[in-house]
């Protein structure tokens, strides 16, 4: 497919655990975001790269959220310690250019702490 | 502070009934605003980039518009398929030029 790719589509964990999140982009994007969306919600930027760095990451709510890219293709979202408002819908996001905000969504990564 | 307001926040028409969602902003620079699809279960889908006031984008039943304060999401004699929450984002200037801040969305509902 040729679409952006999120594994796990569902992630049930009890609070505490460690939890990584997946994302393999199109192929070609050298930008890559990291969003999450609760119920009712629109999508939160979280963080973004260009390459392999993290170009911004002031939407990451806290210390237990970190994120790679390391070859600057595949990310990881990982999750620290979760919480149970950690719970939501975490989506990725690929696309061409830094500044487009024409975002090619994954189906996202639905996480729930129980 | 940066703000999306979208209005309503759920939608529900006849099929072939014509209407318009509403997405009020406010933002120190608009580099662009944006209006996305989004389907249960689904991620969203790009539908319109709008980066002026006066500018209009069409695409099939829909027609995006944008004024200084807000813009408008035009669904001409609209299809069941059509069913599905729009979402609208801007991009501001101020920030470091990535961050798109979403609105809570509209849910629309066309029954045949």
């Known amino acids: 497919g040729a679409g952006v790719s999120q594994t796990p589509s569902n992630k049930v964990t009890e609070k505490g655990k460690y939890v990584e999140l997946r994302c393999d982009p199109i192929?070609?994007?050298?930008?890559l975001y990291w969003y999450r969306q609760s119920l009712g919600q629109g999508p939160e930027f979280l963080i973004y790269?260009?390459?392999?760095?993290?170009?911004?990451d002031s939407g990451l709510p806290n210390d237990r959220f970190f994120a790679v890219r390391p070859e600057g293709s595949v990310s990881t979202l990982k999750i620290q310690r979760t919480e149970r408002g950690d719970s939501a819908v975490y989506l990725c996001?690929?696309?061409?250019?830094?500044?487009?905000?024409?975002?090619?969504f994954g189906e996202g990564s639905r996480l729930t702490v129980l | 502070e940066d703000q999306v307001t979208q209005s309503p926040e759920a939608l529900r028409l006849q099929e072939g009934e014509s209407s318009s969602l509403n997405c009020s902003y406010t933002?120190?620079?608009?580099?662009?605003l944006f209006w996305y699809r989004q389907d249960p279960g689904k991620g969203p889908e790009f539908l319109f980039t709008?980066?002026?006031a006066g500018e209009e984008k069409e695409k099939e039943r829909l027609k995006a518009t944008l004024t200084k304060k807000e813009s408008f999401l035009h669904i001409t004699a609209p299809k069941p398929e059509d069913s599905a929450t729009y979402l609208c984002?801007?991009?501001?200037?101020?920030?470091?030029?990535?961050?798109?801040?979403f609105g809570k969305g509209t849910t629309l509902s066309v029954s045949s």
């Open positions: 709008l980066y002026s």
């Open positions: 192929s070609g994007h050298t930008a």
């Open positions: 933002v120190s620079g608009l580099r662009g």
């Open positions: 984002a801007v991009q501001a200037f101020n920030q470091a030029g990535t961050a798109l801040i």
């Open positions: 996001a690929s696309s061409l250019g830094s500044f487009t905000g024409e975002l090619f």
């Open positions: 790269f260009q390459g392999t760095g993290a170009a911004d």
